[in-house]
Nanobody
Framework: QVQLVESGGGLVQAGGSLRLSCVAS????????MGWYRQAPGKQRELVAT???????NYADSVKGRFTISRDSAKNTVFLQMNSLKPEDTAVYYC???????????????WGQGTQVTVSS
């Protein structure tokens, strides 16, 4: 059974920084796509940043220049460094990964349970 566990969320003042981590555990052969999404109260879940297995990254316009996504494929871990945080960044942040499980050829997308990020003004 595969599990994604996020950590690093919390309460921070505007202008501050947080670093989110997400570790996948289980019978994993390889990790492909990894990403972070967020959902604010009353809003739809939106893409924050993604990174391919080759390291190509993509960011939402609202976080470009402030957030950095990175990964450690050997440890099936993805990070999100968030700098210059704004109150509008307040949301539950979810990690997601496309994983190939051992003894299979299927790629399955998994999601973490979410971690709360609150930015005070």
């Amino acid at each position: 059974q595969v599990q994604l566990v996020e950590s690093g969320g919390g309460l921070v003042q505007a202008g501050g920084s947080l670093r989110l981590s997400c570790v996948a555990s289980g019978n994993i052969f390889r990790s492909n796509f990894m990403g972070w999404y967020r959902q604010a109260p009353g809003k739809q879940r939106e893409l924050v940043a993604t990174i391919t297995k080759d390291g190509a990254t993509n960011y939402a316009d609202s976080v470009k220049g402030r957030f950095t996504i990175s990964r450690d494929s050997a440890k099936n871990t993805v990070f999100l460094q968030m700098n210059s945080l704004k109150p509008e960044d307040t949301a539950v942040y979810y990690c997601t990964m496309d994983l190939v499980l051992s003894h299979t050829v299927r790629v399955v997308r998994y999601w973490g349970q979410g971690t709360q990020v609150t930015v005070s003004s």
